[in-house]
Protein backbone atom coordinates (compact mmCIF):
# COMPACT_ATOMS: atom_id res chain seq x y z
CA UNK A 1 0.00 0.00 0.00
CA UNK A 2 1.81 3.35 -0.86
CA UNK A 3 1.45 6.78 1.02
CA UNK A 4 -1.54 8.08 -0.90
CA UNK A 5 -3.67 5.29 -0.15
CA UNK A 6 -3.33 5.48 3.27
CA UNK A 7 -5.48 8.63 2.97
CA UNK A 8 -2.38 11.13 2.94
CA UNK A 9 -2.80 14.38 1.10
CA UNK A 10 -0.51 15.22 -2.67
CA UNK A 11 2.16 17.77 -0.56
CA UNK A 12 2.83 14.83 2.07
CA UNK A 13 2.73 12.22 -0.29
CA UNK A 14 5.19 14.58 -2.06
CA UNK A 15 7.43 15.46 0.53
CA UNK A 16 8.20 11.97 1.76
CA UNK A 17 8.53 10.59 -1.65
CA UNK A 18 11.51 13.06 -2.18
CA UNK A 19 12.57 11.93 0.75
CA UNK A 20 13.23 8.32 -0.76
CA UNK A 21 10.17 6.69 1.11
CA UNK A 22 8.38 4.62 -1.47
CA UNK A 23 6.69 2.02 0.71
CA UNK A 24 4.90 2.70 4.65
CA UNK A 25 6.51 0.79 7.71
CA UNK A 26 4.32 -1.80 9.25
CA UNK A 27 3.67 1.02 11.51
CA UNK A 28 2.90 3.80 9.70
CA UNK A 29 0.38 1.27 7.80
CA UNK A 30 -1.15 0.87 11.47
CA UNK A 31 -0.68 4.29 12.86
CA UNK A 32 -1.35 6.60 9.94
CA UNK A 33 -5.53 5.57 9.03
CA UNK A 34 -5.44 5.53 12.92
CA UNK A 35 -4.20 8.83 14.04
CA UNK A 36 -6.31 9.98 10.53
CA UNK A 37 -9.53 9.31 12.19
CA UNK A 38 -8.97 11.21 14.91
CA UNK A 39 -9.06 8.99 17.87
CA UNK A 40 -6.25 8.47 20.46
CA UNK A 41 -3.48 5.94 19.73
CA UNK A 42 -1.63 3.28 21.91
CA UNK A 43 1.90 1.77 19.95
CA UNK A 44 4.23 -0.30 20.88
CA UNK A 45 7.12 0.71 18.65
CA UNK A 46 10.81 1.60 19.15
CA UNK A 47 13.04 4.14 17.36
CA UNK A 48 14.02 2.65 13.69
CA UNK A 49 10.59 1.32 13.00
CA UNK A 50 9.62 4.48 11.28
CA UNK A 51 7.46 5.90 14.12
CA UNK A 52 8.39 9.31 13.71
CA UNK A 53 6.54 9.31 10.71
CA UNK A 54 3.85 6.95 11.75
CA UNK A 55 2.47 10.14 14.04
CA UNK A 56 3.88 13.19 12.19
CA UNK A 57 2.54 12.68 8.50
CA UNK A 58 -1.33 11.94 9.68
CA UNK A 59 -0.44 14.92 12.48
CA UNK A 60 0.47 17.11 9.91
CA UNK A 61 -2.70 16.43 7.62
CA UNK A 62 -4.99 17.00 10.46
CA UNK A 63 -3.68 20.61 11.20
CA UNK A 64 -3.18 21.73 7.87
CA UNK A 65 -5.51 24.07 5.97
CA UNK A 66 -6.97 25.33 9.22
CA UNK A 67 -6.70 29.12 11.15
CA UNK A 68 -3.27 29.97 12.25
CA UNK A 69 -2.71 29.38 16.13
CA UNK A 70 -2.83 32.52 18.19
CA UNK A 71 0.26 34.18 20.07
CA UNK A 72 1.54 31.89 22.66
CA UNK A 73 -0.31 28.94 21.59
CA UNK A 74 0.19 25.63 19.96
CA UNK A 75 -1.93 23.23 18.56
CA UNK A 76 0.37 19.74 18.54
CA UNK A 77 2.74 19.19 21.31
CA UNK A 78 5.06 16.21 21.07
CA UNK A 79 7.21 15.58 24.11
CA UNK A 80 9.92 13.48 23.88
CA UNK A 81 12.55 12.41 26.18
CA UNK A 82 15.70 13.61 25.17
CA UNK A 83 17.42 17.19 23.23
CA UNK A 84 18.49 14.44 20.73
CA UNK A 85 15.31 13.12 19.80
CA UNK A 86 13.36 16.36 20.10
CA UNK A 87 15.62 17.75 17.41
CA UNK A 88 15.06 14.72 15.33
CA UNK A 89 11.13 14.80 15.71
CA UNK A 90 11.10 18.27 14.65
CA UNK A 91 13.49 17.74 11.76
CA UNK A 92 10.99 15.63 10.45
CA UNK A 93 8.33 17.82 11.10
CA UNK A 94 9.64 19.99 8.62
CA UNK A 95 11.12 17.69 6.19
CA UNK A 96 7.48 16.11 6.08
CA UNK A 97 5.96 19.27 6.21
CA UNK A 98 7.97 21.31 3.88
CA UNK A 99 5.17 21.86 0.94
CA UNK A 100 2.55 22.55 3.83
CA UNK A 101 2.43 26.13 5.60
CA UNK A 102 2.61 25.19 9.24
CA UNK A 103 5.01 26.50 11.77
CA UNK A 104 7.06 24.12 14.21
CA UNK A 105 9.85 24.40 16.74
CA UNK A 106 11.61 22.75 18.99
CA UNK A 107 12.47 23.29 22.70
CA UNK A 108 14.68 21.89 25.43
CA UNK A 109 16.68 22.80 28.01
CA UNK A 110 20.72 23.47 27.77
CA UNK A 111 20.83 26.34 25.82
CA UNK A 112 19.38 30.15 26.09
CA UNK A 113 15.56 29.86 26.73
CA UNK A 114 15.18 33.74 25.53
CA UNK A 115 14.64 32.52 21.79
CA UNK A 116 13.13 30.30 22.78
CA UNK A 117 10.45 32.46 24.40
CA UNK A 118 9.97 35.02 21.41
CA UNK A 119 9.58 32.06 18.61
CA UNK A 120 6.46 30.58 21.12
CA UNK A 121 5.69 34.16 21.21
CA UNK A 122 3.97 33.74 17.71
CA UNK A 123 2.07 30.44 18.49
CA UNK A 124 3.01 27.74 16.57
CA UNK A 125 0.93 24.38 14.89
CA UNK A 126 3.74 22.36 16.09
CA UNK A 127 6.03 22.42 19.51
CA UNK A 128 8.35 19.48 20.32
CA UNK A 129 9.77 19.33 23.43
CA UNK A 130 11.53 17.81 26.45
CA UNK A 131 9.27 18.01 29.37
CA UNK A 132 11.80 19.78 31.88
CA UNK A 133 11.90 22.98 29.65
CA UNK A 134 8.39 22.76 28.42
CA UNK A 135 7.68 23.50 32.33
CA UNK A 136 9.93 26.25 32.60
CA UNK A 137 8.25 27.81 29.86
CA UNK A 138 4.94 27.47 31.39
CA UNK A 139 6.22 28.76 34.42
CA UNK A 140 7.23 31.96 32.54
CA UNK A 141 4.12 32.05 30.82
CA UNK A 142 5.82 32.24 27.79
CA UNK A 143 3.56 29.10 26.43
CA UNK A 144 -0.05 29.03 26.53
CA UNK A 145 -1.32 25.30 25.99
CA UNK A 146 -5.00 25.13 26.26
CA UNK A 147 -5.46 25.21 22.99
CA UNK A 148 -3.68 22.02 21.95
CA UNK A 149 -5.30 19.79 19.48
CA UNK A 150 -2.89 16.79 19.46
CA UNK A 151 -0.92 15.65 21.83
CA UNK A 152 2.00 12.67 21.32
CA UNK A 153 4.15 11.14 24.62
CA UNK A 154 7.16 9.93 22.05
CA UNK A 155 9.59 7.11 23.99
CA UNK A 156 6.88 7.28 26.61
CA UNK A 157 8.57 4.76 28.82
CA UNK A 158 12.31 6.40 28.55
CA UNK A 159 10.44 9.49 29.78
CA UNK A 160 9.17 7.94 32.80
CA UNK A 161 12.51 6.25 33.13
CA UNK A 162 14.27 9.64 33.14
CA UNK A 163 11.92 10.80 35.73
CA UNK A 164 9.62 13.02 34.17
CA UNK A 165 6.66 11.66 35.14
CA UNK A 166 5.79 14.66 37.41
CA UNK A 167 6.89 16.91 35.20
CA UNK A 168 4.31 15.17 32.35
CA UNK A 169 1.25 15.65 34.70
CA UNK A 170 2.34 19.27 35.20
CA UNK A 171 1.54 19.27 31.61
CA UNK A 172 -1.68 17.46 31.29
CA UNK A 173 -2.73 19.31 33.81
CA UNK A 174 -3.23 22.32 31.64
CA UNK A 175 -4.23 20.65 28.79
CA UNK A 176 -7.60 21.14 26.99
CA UNK A 177 -9.63 17.75 28.14
CA UNK A 178 -10.92 17.53 24.23
CA UNK A 179 -7.90 16.64 22.36
CA UNK A 180 -6.32 13.44 20.25
CA UNK A 181 -3.42 11.70 22.06
CA UNK A 182 -0.76 9.70 20.57
CA UNK A 183 1.37 7.58 22.98
CA UNK A 184 4.64 5.60 21.73
CA UNK A 185 6.02 3.28 24.15
CA UNK A 186 8.75 0.35 23.51
CA UNK A 187 7.83 -1.52 26.35
CA UNK A 188 4.61 -1.23 28.82
CA UNK A 189 5.55 -1.72 31.92
CA UNK A 190 2.37 -0.69 34.98
CA UNK A 191 3.66 3.09 34.51
CA UNK A 192 3.29 3.03 31.46
CA UNK A 193 -0.21 1.25 31.56
CA UNK A 194 -1.48 3.48 34.52
CA UNK A 195 -0.11 6.45 32.31
CA UNK A 196 -2.24 5.42 29.36
CA UNK A 197 -5.30 4.66 31.76
CA UNK A 198 -5.97 8.02 32.60
CA UNK A 199 -4.80 9.61 29.46
CA UNK A 200 -6.45 7.74 26.61
CA UNK A 201 -10.29 7.42 25.60
CA UNK A 202 -10.68 4.48 24.08
CA UNK A 203 -6.78 3.90 21.37
CA UNK A 204 -6.76 2.38 18.58
CA UNK A 205 -3.72 -0.21 19.92
CA UNK A 206 -0.77 -1.10 17.69
CA UNK A 207 2.47 -3.06 18.23
CA UNK A 208 5.30 -3.66 15.72
CA UNK A 209 8.05 -5.24 15.26
CA UNK A 210 11.56 -3.43 15.67
CA UNK A 211 12.79 -2.98 11.90
CA UNK A 212 15.94 -5.56 12.10
CA UNK A 213 16.25 -5.72 15.82
CA UNK A 214 17.03 -9.28 15.44
CA UNK A 215 19.95 -10.75 16.39
CA UNK A 216 20.38 -12.83 12.58
CA UNK A 217 21.48 -9.80 10.97
CA UNK A 218 23.29 -8.79 13.78
CA UNK A 219 26.72 -10.34 14.00
CA UNK A 220 27.07 -10.92 17.52
CA UNK A 221 31.15 -11.23 19.52
CA UNK A 222 32.30 -10.97 23.15
CA UNK A 223 36.23 -10.73 23.29
CA UNK A 224 37.05 -11.69 27.12
CA UNK A 225 39.76 -8.96 28.44
CA UNK A 226 40.85 -7.79 31.88
CA UNK A 227 39.06 -4.62 33.47
CA UNK A 228 42.51 -2.38 32.94
CA UNK A 229 42.81 -3.75 29.54
CA UNK A 230 39.34 -2.78 27.75
CA UNK A 231 40.72 0.45 26.29
CA UNK A 232 43.95 -0.88 24.65
CA UNK A 233 42.19 -4.07 23.12
CA UNK A 234 39.81 -1.45 21.71
CA UNK A 235 42.34 0.49 19.91
CA UNK A 236 43.57 -2.58 18.92
CA UNK A 237 40.19 -3.55 17.54
CA UNK A 238 39.62 -0.58 15.85
CA UNK A 239 42.88 0.27 14.27
CA UNK A 240 43.29 -3.42 13.04
CA UNK A 241 39.78 -3.75 11.63
CA UNK A 242 39.89 0.07 10.33
CA UNK A 243 36.36 0.32 12.12
CA UNK A 244 34.45 3.54 11.36
CA UNK A 245 31.60 5.11 12.81
CA UNK A 246 31.52 2.84 16.10
CA UNK A 247 29.28 3.65 18.60
CA UNK A 248 30.87 2.31 21.89
CA UNK A 249 28.43 2.29 24.82
CA UNK A 250 30.04 3.26 28.58
CA UNK A 251 27.69 2.24 31.80
CA UNK A 252 28.76 6.34 33.08
CA UNK A 253 29.68 9.47 31.81
CA UNK A 254 32.83 10.02 33.38
CA UNK A 255 33.54 6.13 32.07
CA UNK A 256 33.01 7.92 28.55
CA UNK A 257 34.94 10.83 28.45
CA UNK A 258 37.60 9.19 30.14
CA UNK A 259 37.22 6.45 27.29
CA UNK A 260 37.35 9.45 24.21
CA UNK A 261 40.29 10.56 25.79
CA UNK A 262 42.06 7.83 25.81
CA UNK A 263 40.86 6.82 22.18
CA UNK A 264 41.70 10.50 20.97
CA UNK A 265 45.31 9.94 22.79
CA UNK A 266 45.67 6.88 20.32
CA UNK A 267 45.11 9.15 17.62
CA UNK A 268 41.58 7.52 17.03
CA UNK A 269 39.27 10.86 16.97
CA UNK A 270 36.36 10.40 19.15
CA UNK A 271 34.05 12.25 20.67
CA UNK A 272 31.82 11.32 24.49
CA UNK A 273 28.17 12.26 24.29
CA UNK A 274 25.88 12.27 27.68
CA UNK A 275 23.73 14.31 29.79
CA UNK A 276 26.31 16.46 31.25
CA UNK A 277 27.47 17.68 28.16
CA UNK A 278 26.42 21.07 27.00
CA UNK A 279 23.50 20.75 23.70
CA UNK A 280 26.38 22.30 21.77
CA UNK A 281 28.87 20.06 22.62
CA UNK A 282 26.30 17.00 21.34
CA UNK A 283 24.76 17.78 18.58
CA UNK A 284 28.38 18.84 17.50
CA UNK A 285 29.07 15.24 17.75
CA UNK A 286 26.46 13.71 16.55
CA UNK A 287 26.95 16.02 13.35
CA UNK A 288 30.18 14.98 13.51
CA UNK A 289 29.45 11.42 13.54
CA UNK A 290 26.91 11.21 11.10
CA UNK A 291 28.84 12.70 8.46
CA UNK A 292 31.23 10.16 9.68
CA UNK A 293 33.93 13.10 10.07
CA UNK A 294 34.34 11.39 13.63
CA UNK A 295 35.30 7.65 13.64
CA UNK A 296 34.39 7.24 17.19
CA UNK A 297 31.18 8.21 19.63
CA UNK A 298 30.90 7.25 23.48
CA UNK A 299 28.04 7.82 24.59
CA UNK A 300 25.94 6.13 27.94
CA UNK A 301 22.46 4.16 27.04
CA UNK A 302 20.09 7.35 27.77
CA UNK A 303 22.55 10.17 25.80
CA UNK A 304 22.32 7.36 22.87
CA UNK A 305 18.49 7.41 22.97
CA UNK A 306 17.18 9.32 19.97
CA UNK A 307 20.33 9.17 17.77
CA UNK A 308 19.25 7.65 14.33
CA UNK A 309 21.27 6.44 12.12
CA UNK A 310 20.89 4.24 9.77
CA UNK A 311 23.51 1.41 9.15
CA UNK A 312 25.55 2.17 11.43
CA UNK A 313 28.33 -0.59 11.09
CA UNK A 314 29.46 -0.94 14.71
CA UNK A 315 28.32 -1.29 18.33
CA UNK A 316 30.88 -1.14 21.12
CA UNK A 317 29.75 -2.75 24.31
CA UNK A 318 32.93 -1.35 26.35
CA UNK A 319 30.52 -2.13 29.22
CA UNK A 320 27.98 -4.34 29.48
CA UNK A 321 24.35 -2.87 30.50
CA UNK A 322 23.27 -3.59 33.59
CA UNK A 323 19.12 -4.33 31.86
CA UNK A 324 19.46 -7.17 29.26
CA UNK A 325 16.87 -4.90 27.52
CA UNK A 326 19.70 -2.33 26.91
CA UNK A 327 21.55 -4.44 25.37
CA UNK A 328 18.58 -5.56 22.64
CA UNK A 329 18.02 -1.34 22.28
CA UNK A 330 22.08 -1.29 21.89
CA UNK A 331 22.91 -3.43 19.38
CA UNK A 332 19.25 -2.57 17.91
CA UNK A 333 21.14 0.25 16.45
CA UNK A 334 23.52 -1.68 14.10
CA UNK A 335 22.30 -3.90 10.89
CA UNK A 336 19.59 -1.03 10.72
CA UNK A 337 17.78 -0.31 7.29
CA UNK A 338 18.71 -3.80 5.92
CA UNK A 339 22.21 -3.99 6.16
CA UNK A 340 24.22 -6.64 8.24
CA UNK A 341 26.15 -5.34 11.53
CA UNK A 342 28.80 -6.02 14.46
CA UNK A 343 28.01 -5.61 18.02
CA UNK A 344 31.32 -6.71 20.19
CA UNK A 345 31.13 -6.55 23.98
CA UNK A 346 34.16 -6.24 25.58
CA UNK A 347 33.55 -8.46 28.70
CA UNK A 348 35.92 -8.68 32.00
CA UNK A 349 35.56 -11.26 34.99
CA UNK A 350 33.55 -8.20 36.91
CA UNK A 351 30.56 -8.60 33.78
CA UNK A 352 30.20 -12.65 33.86
CA UNK A 353 26.66 -12.27 35.68
CA UNK A 354 25.22 -9.31 33.00
CA UNK A 355 26.53 -11.45 30.71
CA UNK A 356 24.50 -14.54 31.83
CA UNK A 357 21.41 -12.59 32.52
CA UNK A 358 21.28 -10.93 28.95
CA UNK A 359 22.31 -14.65 27.09
CA UNK A 360 19.30 -15.84 28.69
CA UNK A 361 17.34 -12.74 27.65
CA UNK A 362 17.78 -13.00 24.35
CA UNK A 363 17.89 -17.37 24.70
CA UNK A 364 21.39 -17.80 22.49
CA UNK A 365 24.80 -17.51 23.85
CA UNK A 366 26.85 -15.18 22.18
CA UNK A 367 30.17 -16.58 21.04
CA UNK A 368 33.58 -15.57 22.48
CA UNK A 369 36.64 -15.01 21.03
CA UNK A 370 39.95 -13.85 22.70
CA UNK A 371 42.09 -11.46 20.64
CA UNK A 372 45.92 -12.90 21.02
CA UNK A 373 47.97 -10.46 23.52
CA UNK A 374 44.62 -9.65 25.07
CA UNK A 375 43.82 -13.28 27.02
CA UNK A 376 42.33 -12.00 30.44
CA UNK A 377 44.19 -13.44 33.49
CA UNK A 378 42.36 -16.96 34.65
CA UNK A 379 42.95 -16.09 38.49
CA UNK A 380 41.55 -12.42 38.25
CA UNK A 381 38.75 -12.17 40.94
CA UNK A 382 35.36 -10.36 40.19
CA UNK A 383 34.98 -6.87 42.19
CA UNK A 384 31.77 -5.01 42.31
CA UNK A 385 31.19 -2.56 39.32
CA UNK A 386 30.72 0.63 40.02
CA UNK A 387 27.66 2.86 39.36
CA UNK A 388 28.30 6.28 39.67
CA UNK A 389 25.43 7.26 37.87
CA UNK A 390 23.64 6.14 41.00
CA UNK A 391 24.94 8.54 43.45
CA UNK A 392 23.13 11.19 40.87
CA UNK A 393 20.10 9.31 41.53
CA UNK A 394 20.46 10.06 45.16
CA UNK A 395 21.27 6.37 46.27
CA UNK A 396 23.18 6.70 49.42
CA UNK A 397 27.18 6.53 49.24
CA UNK A 398 26.98 3.17 51.23
CA UNK A 399 25.07 1.68 48.78
CA UNK A 400 27.13 1.99 45.75
CA UNK A 401 28.29 -0.28 43.67
CA UNK A 402 27.13 -3.45 45.68
CA UNK A 403 26.12 -5.51 43.31
CA UNK A 404 27.98 -8.41 43.91
CA UNK A 405 29.97 -9.99 41.32
CA UNK A 406 29.00 -12.93 39.77
CA UNK A 407 31.26 -15.96 39.64
CA UNK A 408 33.30 -16.54 36.10
CA UNK A 409 32.03 -19.03 33.75
CA UNK A 410 28.57 -19.55 31.60
CA UNK A 411 26.68 -22.16 33.11
CA UNK A 412 25.68 -24.09 35.97
CA UNK A 413 24.53 -22.44 39.60
CA UNK A 414 22.52 -19.98 39.95
CA UNK A 415 22.61 -16.93 38.14
CA UNK A 416 24.39 -14.56 39.88
CA UNK A 417 22.89 -11.51 41.69
CA UNK A 418 23.79 -9.23 39.19
CA UNK A 419 20.80 -7.86 38.56
CA UNK A 420 19.61 -7.06 42.11
CA UNK A 421 20.34 -3.82 42.14
CA UNK A 422 18.76 -2.98 38.86
CA UNK A 423 15.31 -2.90 40.07
CA UNK A 424 16.10 0.05 42.39
CA UNK A 425 18.16 1.70 39.18
CA UNK A 426 15.85 1.27 36.62
CA UNK A 427 12.30 0.64 38.35
CA UNK A 428 10.19 2.12 35.36
CA UNK A 429 11.62 -0.37 32.97
CA UNK A 430 10.02 -3.46 34.09
CA UNK A 431 7.40 -5.40 31.76
CA UNK A 432 5.89 -7.76 34.21
CA UNK A 433 2.28 -6.59 33.62
CA UNK A 434 2.60 -5.51 30.12
CA UNK A 435 -0.59 -5.34 28.61
CA UNK A 436 -0.80 -6.48 25.12
CA UNK A 437 -2.50 -4.19 22.76
CA UNK A 438 -5.47 -6.56 22.47
CA UNK A 439 -7.87 -5.34 19.17
CA UNK A 440 -4.71 -4.80 16.67
CA UNK A 441 -2.76 -7.97 15.78
CA UNK A 442 1.08 -7.90 15.95
CA UNK A 443 2.26 -6.42 12.91
CA UNK A 444 5.59 -7.77 12.35
CA UNK A 445 7.84 -7.50 9.39
CA UNK A 446 8.79 -11.48 9.84
CA UNK A 447 6.72 -12.51 7.46
CA UNK A 448 9.53 -11.54 4.99
CA UNK A 449 12.21 -13.35 6.83
CA UNK A 450 12.72 -16.98 7.98
CA UNK A 451 11.28 -18.26 11.18
CA UNK A 452 13.83 -17.19 13.94
CA UNK A 453 13.74 -19.96 16.36
CA UNK A 454 15.93 -17.74 19.00
CA UNK A 455 15.80 -13.80 18.02
CA UNK A 456 14.81 -11.48 20.64
CA UNK A 457 11.30 -10.08 19.19
CA UNK A 458 10.51 -6.53 20.34
CA UNK A 459 6.97 -8.59 21.74
CA UNK A 460 9.35 -9.95 23.60
CA UNK A 461 9.73 -6.67 25.31
CA UNK A 462 5.58 -6.25 25.41
CA UNK A 463 4.82 -9.24 27.72
CA UNK A 464 6.36 -12.70 26.42
CA UNK A 465 6.73 -14.83 30.06
CA UNK A 466 10.44 -14.82 29.81
CA UNK A 467 10.25 -10.90 30.08
CA UNK A 468 7.87 -11.17 32.26
CA UNK A 469 9.67 -13.38 35.04
CA UNK A 470 12.66 -10.91 34.39
CA UNK A 471 11.25 -7.87 34.79
CA UNK A 472 9.48 -8.76 38.08
CA UNK A 473 11.99 -10.76 39.71
CA UNK A 474 14.19 -7.44 39.13
CA UNK A 475 11.15 -5.73 41.13
CA UNK A 476 11.36 -7.99 43.52
CA UNK A 477 14.61 -8.19 43.56
CA UNK A 478 14.76 -12.29 43.51
CA UNK A 479 17.83 -14.23 42.02
P1 LIG B 1 12.10 6.37 13.40
O1 LIG B 1 11.69 5.03 13.89
O2 LIG B 1 10.99 7.31 13.27
O3 LIG B 1 13.24 6.92 14.21
O4 LIG B 1 12.68 6.18 11.89
C1 LIG B 1 13.83 5.44 11.63
C2 LIG B 1 14.39 5.72 10.26
O5 LIG B 1 13.56 5.20 9.25
C3 LIG B 1 14.58 7.20 9.94
O6 LIG B 1 15.86 7.38 9.38
C4 LIG B 1 13.54 7.50 8.91
O7 LIG B 1 13.99 8.51 8.02
C5 LIG B 1 13.39 6.17 8.21
N1 LIG B 1 12.06 5.95 7.64
C6 LIG B 1 10.87 6.26 8.19
N2 LIG B 1 9.85 5.87 7.41
C7 LIG B 1 10.41 5.29 6.31
C8 LIG B 1 9.87 4.71 5.13
N3 LIG B 1 8.57 4.61 4.93
N4 LIG B 1 10.75 4.22 4.22
C9 LIG B 1 12.08 4.31 4.43
N5 LIG B 1 12.67 4.85 5.53
C10 LIG B 1 11.83 5.34 6.46
Known amino acids: MSFA ?6 PIVRA ?49 GKP ?13 PTRELAAQVEESVRTYGKYLNLTSAVIFGGVNINPQIQRLARGLDILVATPGRLLDLMQQGAVDLRHVEILVLDEA ?8 IRDIRKVLAVLPPKRQNLLFSATFSDEIKALADGLLDNPAMIEVERRNSTVEVISQKIHPVDRDKKH ?44 NKSQAARTRALAEFKSTDLQVLVATDI ?12 VVNYDLPNVP ?18 AVSLVCVDERGLLRDIERFIKREVPEEVIAGFEPDPNARPQPIQLRSQEQRGQPRHQQGKRAAAPAG ?49 SALLGQPAANAAASKRRSGQR
Open 5 to 10: ELGLAE
Open 16 to 64: VTENGYTQPTPIQLKAIPAVLKGGDLLAGAQTGTGKTAGFTLPMLQLLS
Open 68 to 80: RPAARTVRALVLT
Open 157 to 164: DRMLDMGF
Open 232 to 275: QLLTHLIKEHNWFQVLVFTRTKHGANKLAEQLCKADIPALAIHG
Open 303 to 314: AARGIDIDQLPY
Open 325 to 342: EDYVHRIGRTGRAGSTGE
Open 410 to 458: RSGGKPGNASQHHGSQRSSQGTASAPRPQNAGTTTTSAARPPRPTGVRT
